[in-house]
């Protein structure tokens, strides 16, 4: 079955520091796709950065990047100079095997003025 | 359309009645795929479509659950004597085709249930 796990219920980030989110999934396919969605409170899902599992090169945007370790089957978001707009729920998601998407329970990130 | 576009946005509705939740994807999305969020919790995976056709209904939560979807564009999501844990948002998304995932994945805003 493939699983994704988010660990952390609630993260708190002061403005402009940097923090990380930490995802782990388990599938059998070799190649793959894994996703962050952000929802803030207007429940609109809005990609943050995608990778797919053959690339080597972790994937960038902006100040959103990720830690892509294959080996580990793990795929933690990392946010840089955090603003107040990222506070918002965070979802890790696997392309499941009917082309739906498998999300983790998400993590809640607060951010501090 | 713009987006993918959900209504009502909100419903409330009395415990035993039927709902409909309605999905207007993004034209040309071949496949489009319906989420349930309960309160706190992730997105569970309800039934998607290629086209007009649903291959794998096994992932609606029980058979007060239906989902149909016409001319290969709009999808209505059908809950017959609706529960109390049938509350949650309802959300719908779209993609250029299902099984594609470098097309992406397009939300809507979600219908938010609440049954009293």
């Known amino acids: 079955a493939q699983t994704v796990t988010q660990s952390q219920p609630e993260m708190s980030v002061q403005e402009a520091e940097t923090v990380t989110l930490s995802c782990t999934y388990d599938t059998s396919e070799s190649d793959y796709y894994l996703f962050w969605y952000k929802q803030p409170p207007s429940r609109q899902m809005i990609l943050v950065i995608r990778?797919?599992?053959?690339?080597?090169q972790n994937a960038t945007e902006n100040r959103f990047s990720v830690n892509f370790q294959k080996a580990a089957k793990s795929f933690s978001l990392k946010i840089s100079d955090s603003q107040l707009g990222d506070a918002a729920m965070y979802f890790c998601a696997l392309v499941g095997s009917q082309g739906n998407l498998i999300f983790g329970k998400g993590t809640k990130l607060s951010v501090k003025p | 359309g713009a987006g993918v576009s959900q209504s009502p946005s909100n419903k409330v509705t009395e415990k035993g009645k039927d709902v409909e939740l309605r999905c207007d994807p993004i034209?040309?999305?071949?496949?489009l795929y319906w989420y349930r969020q309960s309160l706190g919790q992730g997105l569970e995976f309800l039934i998607y479509f290629q086209g007009n056709s649903a291959p794998d209904k096994s992932g609606l939560p029980s058979d007060r659950f239906s989902a149909e979807r016409t001319g290969g564009s709009v999808s209505t999501l059908t809950i017959q004597r609706t529960q109390q844990e049938d509350s949650a948002v309802y959300l719908c998304a779209s993609s250029l085709q299902s099984g594609q995932a470098n097309y992406g994945y397009t939300f809507g805003s979600g219908t938010r249930l609440t049954v009293v």
């Open positions: 990778q797919e599992a053959y690339k080597q």
């Open positions: 034209s040309g999305h071949t496949a």
